[in-house]
């Protein structure tokens, strides 16, 4: 079968993955993009970066660019840099560690603030629950409804990325929510 190929529409996407230190941003980049999962405790430093292209469509790729940053960047200046043009945010805390639910006004408030579409409206923002597969959930479903609600936060999942759960549903549905939005 050799049918001509159809043109393809290829899409640079950058997308940022916020939160505490700890709460498992580079766990669940690393389940997303290289199917793997440590339970080392590697802190990062500054940003990693990790590239997954996506056959979103016949017609659409999508080069999704997947901005790691460290948690213990929060009040540091260079997250003007990292936020630079990106299209999508996924904000992560520990459902176990109540600290870390505290916390994401304030990196929402970073984000929003330093960063927005071309048309001044807000970038899309999911919530990822992470580090589900603990049975200790110490922040409840109803507070972290409540809490998407009162900061126009698209939808939020309960994931692990230690037993690759959710993982790939949320990052779909971010990606869907840019696609969409265009
Ligand atoms: P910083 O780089 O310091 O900002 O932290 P981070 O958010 O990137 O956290 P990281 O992904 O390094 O994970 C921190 C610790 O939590 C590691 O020991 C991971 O193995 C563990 N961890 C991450 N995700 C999960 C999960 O879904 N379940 C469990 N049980 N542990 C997890
Ligand atoms: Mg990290």
Redesign the pocket.
């Known amino acids: 079968n050799v049918s001509p190929r159809k043109p393809r529409n290829e899409l640079l996407l950058k997308a940022l993955?916020i939160?505490?230190?700890?709460?498992?941003?580079?766990?669940?980049?690393?389940?997303y993009t290289e199917g793997k999962?440590?339970?080392?405790?590697?802190?990062?430093?500054g940003a990693?970066f990790a590239f997954k292209s996506i056959d979103w469509d016949h017609q659409t790729k999508v080069n999704l660019q997947l901005w790691?940053?460290?948690?213990?960047?929060r009040f540091g200046y260079m997250t003007r840099v990292y936020y630079k043009q990106a299209a999508a945010a996924a904000l992560?805390f520990?459902v176990n560690r109540v600290d870390t639910f505290k916390s994401l006004k304030k990196w929402l408030l970073d984000l929003r603030e330093k960063v927005q579409q071309p048309d001044g409206s807000n970038i899309p923002v999911i919530l990822l629950a992470?580090?589900?597969?603990?049975q200790q959930a110490a922040v409840t479903t109803d507070q972290i409804v409540k809490f998407c609600k009162e900061n126009e936060i698209d939808q939020y999942f309960l994931?692990?990325?230690?037993?690759n759960?959710n993982i790939e549903e949320a990052l779909h549905f971010m990606v869907a929510e840019v696609l969409n939005s265009k």
């Open positions: 993955v939160g505490d230190y700890g709460v498992g941003k580079t766990a669940i980049v690393r389940r999962f440590s339970s080392n405790y590697k802190i990062t430093i990693d790691d940053i460290a948690g213990h960047e992560v520990d992470n580090k589900s597969d603990i994931c692990s990325a230690k037993e759960t």
